[in-house]
């Protein structure tokens, strides 16, 4: 039968897009997000987070 | 979206579970469904495990501790030997073959192309293909959350559910730093310091410090501008050499000392934290006897594995005591290990704020220990047994804790002791801090050098504190600006979630109600759904002789349960399957009546008729009841030995070929043939509609034909049907054999001669109401325009009129 209901990572694809491109968010933190889900890095908390450490030495250091 | 349309042609096993060598299972080309009857231990399970081990390269019973990757592979099979599930499709560039290299515990499949990698790792893999009775179970006692992720793998929605659950997790985590609490510590300390001991006031820009040292170089007659870092390092330098060299730098490592003492002093009491931990703690093993179940936790997800494959227990293996059947045990079992899977995640949680309290303890006795070296390097002269002592009762209080949690009994620790040994090192401290005071003094500086270090001391000190401040300040808005950022974030995918969920239930719940309906046919159980709940939750709902019923199983009896787990699979299966047009129902009726059955399979023949179907029973009756309405199936019959593993035999679709099989092997097959007549005669009956007296309950089914024989005759009497005068009617119906049926007769009396004509009497009997496709003429299906009914198919007709 089938509907027209899209798969998840399509779902996530299109919103990382989205946020990519408005202005929601800081730049850093939207680019790092839509990168972090192109390389399917998203499905663990380890390189989230490391990212955001990183954000914050780098922001704190300025 | 393009229909779901991969069916299997055939299954091939080797060395797989149950399965011995090459264990093949032809489904045709055209990929048919098939129905396989097995007792409990027989190897059936395999079928679905093989199919779930290739598409997941996991067996959900198979998990856990006690279970290894090599348990896929056959008990009885030989070193070296391979161990393989091959699947073939209508679509055959999809056919491949999995292959589980024991040696490098990895596996591969010999379809390499791009085709078959997408159909693998995409639709496939989320398709609902399988359904027994361990998930039904799982899913219907899954918590509300839980659900949740389960409905989401279910239809594809799981990496929304797992991307918010790491945003969450990563913002929930900045929120609770120990960092960003430490820095917002500081930053308030330095404010107070800078207030009460340096400028007079808070000073937080460098606008500020350059300001107030500016001010307090007037006093030591430098008149530089300060209006960089720069410049305050270099007014700093002149400063310094205002100053008696030796004094100054002894003072400036004195003064050192006594800010790390206040500092430690300010922070040493520790009650607080360990009283609030410890409070819940306390909560959680208030109930011992509860709590004492955890350790049942590991026996009951053993537990769940033994039964998963052996239903036929009657007796808990433990306590001896009845327990009605395996699946009634599965069921209270999996019930019990999900709660304590709840206890265990709390237990967890108190068991992580236990470590932060003794990680913060350990960090004091540290800071204790070194500032007992730095007194003691300048030589002063203080209470070191006070200090030893503290280090001791903390050490015993982390021992305490450490071993009241292992045991989970209470932890009692003794707070006046402890009171007792923190005022004890703040008097210490304090006492050392007059000593360094004296021993300042005795530098014998004269007032005017004593302003010049207090100045000097100040403006450094400033620096530091103002610069450490800003620098915190900056760290705590960076930590601000990314708590808000991903706060936005993780609403966006709770939304997100929310949304795509509610869309999936919208789609969902009209089908889960439409088949839940069609498995019960109750008046009063209607709007059978699932629903968001709270934040994040899904629950099935249900109206319960207009009560709202959630979670169901408050309500409903175990077979309601279980149809309502069967009816979300097939709603899930009809809804979000997007590459496989077949699915296995493996053993899935629990405490299911025979209305039930039949229900079931008019809901498959209904809904699922173009969809391949397989179906493993260890009922036969069921199976019979299947071989009859789906008489286009292809029907097995399942045997396991440990040497030759699992056999699969062809299941004839008709019992007269059977007994025909026995009586050629010179087997007495009188009551069989009575038997078989008997059952042909219902189902001719039934579908013809033919009028029987009334009888109430198991009487109305054990007519006999002596009875339905007479009542069938009358019936085409009535509708004038032209089948009273076909010979082969007329045969049977003036043989020696319906003679004394009719009479009661024993049949035994035939001699074999006799016996092989009545066999084919009954056979040609039985296609007058019966095509090739097993389909009985139904007085449901009238031909249009004629005095004529006709099979489901069309392909027989009598007259009726």
Not at chain 1, 36 to 48: E, G, Y
Not at chain 2, 100 to 129: P, S
Not at chain 2, 349 to 361: A, N, P, R
Request: net charge neutral; with cysteine; hydrophobic share 35%.
């Amino acid at each position: 039968m089938g509907n027209d209901l899209k798969r998840g990572d399509k779902i996530l694809t299109d919103y990382f897009e989205r946020l990519h491109t408005d202005g929601k968010i800081s730049k850093e933190l939207r680019e790092k997000l839509h990168e972090l889900w192109n390389q399917n890095k998203l499905k663990t908390k380890t390189h989230i987070t490391n990212a955001l450490d990183s954000m914050r030495e780098q922001q704190t250091d300025e | 979206m393009s229909e779901p349309e991969v069916k299997l042609t055939s299954i091939v096993l080797n060395n797989f579970r149950g399965a011995k060598s090459s264990l093949p299972l032809d489904l045709s080309r055209d990929g048919r469904s098939c129905a396989i009857y097995g007792d409990n231990g027989e190897g059936k399970s395999t079928i679905t495990q093989a199919i779930e081990w290739f598409y997941k390269d996991t067996i959900a019973a198979l998990k856990g501790e006690m279970f290894d990757d090599k348990d896929i592979v056959n008990v009885a099979a030989q070193p070296g030997e391979a161990t393989t599930v091959g699947l073939f499709f209508t679509k055959t560039d999809l056919n491949a073959t999995k292959t589980f290299e024991e040696g490098r515990r990895r596996t591969t499949f010999d379809n390499r192309r791009q085709g078959f990698i997408t159909y693998h790792e995409g639709d496939a893999q989320n398709d609902r293909i399988y359904l027994d009775q361990r998930t039904i179970a799982n899913f219907i006692w899954d918590s509300k959350g839980e659900k949740r992720k389960e409905l989401a793998k279910i239809v594809g929605l799981e990496d929304i559910v797992t991307v918010k659950s790491v945003i969450s997790s990563a913002l929930n985590e900045l929120e609770r730093s120990p960092r960003l609490r430490d820095l917002a510590t500081r930053l308030q300390y330095n404010q107070g310091q800078l207030t009460s001991e340096v400028f007079g006031e808070a000073v937080a820009t460098l606008g500020g410090l350059f300001e107030q040292s500016s001010k307090l170089l007037k006093r030591l007659s430098i008149d530089d501008r300060v209006e960089s870092l720069e410049d305050l390092e270099k007014a700093l330098r002149k400063a310094l050499q205002t100053l008696p060299a030796d004094k100054a730098s002894e003072k400036i490592a004195l003064e050192s000392i006594k800010k790390e003492l206040s500092q430690i002093s300010d922070s040493i009491d520790f009650s607080v934290d360990v009283d609030t931990c410890l409070a819940s703690y306390e909560t959680l093993i208030r109930d011992k006897e509860h709590l004492a179940q955890i350790n049942l936790y590991d026996l009951l997800k053993q537990a769940e594995k033994v039964l998963e494959h052996d239903h036929t227990i009657k007796n808990c293996p433990l306590c001896e005591q009845t327990i009605g059947s395996g699946e009634v045990l599965l069921s209270s079992v999996i019930e019990r290990y999900k709660k304590l899977s709840e206890l265990k995640t709390q237990l967890q949680g108190v068991q992580t704020s236990l470590q932060t309290v003794i990680s913060g303890l350990q960090s004091r006795t540290a800071q204790v220990n070194t500032a007992k070296d730095k007194i003691n390097e300048r030589k002063i002269s203080f209470n070191e047994e006070a200090l030893k002592n503290f280090v001791q009762i903390v050490e015993a209080a982390i021992s305490k804790m450490q071993e009241g949690f292992e045991k989970k009994s209470t932890i009692t620790l003794d707070k006046s002791a402890i009171t007792e040994v923190v005022k004890k090192v703040k008097g210490v401290f304090l006492s050392v801090v007059e000593t360094i005071d004296k021993q300042i003094a005795r530098l014998s500086l004269s007032s005017e050098e004593r302003e010049k270090l207090d100045v000097y001391n100040k403006l450094t000190i400033g620096k530091n504190l103002v610069l450490e401040s800003i620098s915190a300040a900056k760290e705590i808005a960076a930590f601000r600006g990314q708590i808000k950022e991903m706060s936005i974030v993780e609403s966006d995918l709770l939304q997100l979630q929310k949304d795509t969920l509610q869309k999936v239930l919208d789609i969902i719940s009209d089908d889960v109600n439409k088949y839940f309906h069609a498995l019960n046919k109750k008046d009063g159980l209607k709007e059978a759904k699932l629903e968001l709940v709270g934040e994040e939750g899904v629950e099935f709902s249900l109206m319960f002789y207009g009560s709202k019923a959630v979670p169901p199983r408050k309500f409903l009896s175990e077979s309601q349960i279980n149809s309502l787990g069967i009816a979300f699979f097939l709603a899930a299966v009809k809804h979000f399957n997007k590459a496989n047009r077949f699915f296995v129902l493996d053993d899935v009726l629990l405490s299911f009546d025979r209305n039930y059955r039949v229900r079931l399979l008019d809901l498959l023949y209904a809904e699922f008729f173009d969809y391949q179907i397989i179906l493993l029973t260890h009922e036969e009756y069921w199976f019979d009841m299947i071989k009859k309405k789906f008489p286009d199936w292809i029907f097995k019959e399942v045997k396991w030995k440990y040497e030759d593993g699992i056999t699969f035999k062809d299941s004839k679709l008709d019992g007269l070929d059977e007994i025909r099989a026995k009586q050629a092997r010179g087997d007495s097959v009188g009551n069989d043939l009575r038997s078989y007549l008997e059952g042909l005669l219902k189902d001719i009956c039934l579908s013809l509609e033919v009028r029987v007296p009334f009888r109430l309950g198991i009487d109305n089914e054990r007519r006999m034909a002596g009875e339905l024989f007479p009542a069938l005759k009358s019936a085409l009497k009535e509708h004038r049907s032209n089948v009273k005068d076909v010979s082969a009617y007329k045969d049977l119906e003036m043989s020696a054999f319906v003679a004394n049926i009719i009479s009661h007769h024993n049949p035994d009396m035939q001699s074999d001669g006799d016996t092989a004509e009545t066999i084919d009497k009954i056979a040609k009997f039985r296609d007058i109401f019966r095509c090739a496709k097993g389909r009985f003429i139904s007085r449901a299906k009238e031909v249009p325009g004629k005095k004529q009914i006709a099979c489901k198919c069309g392909c027989i007709v009598i007259e009726w009129a």
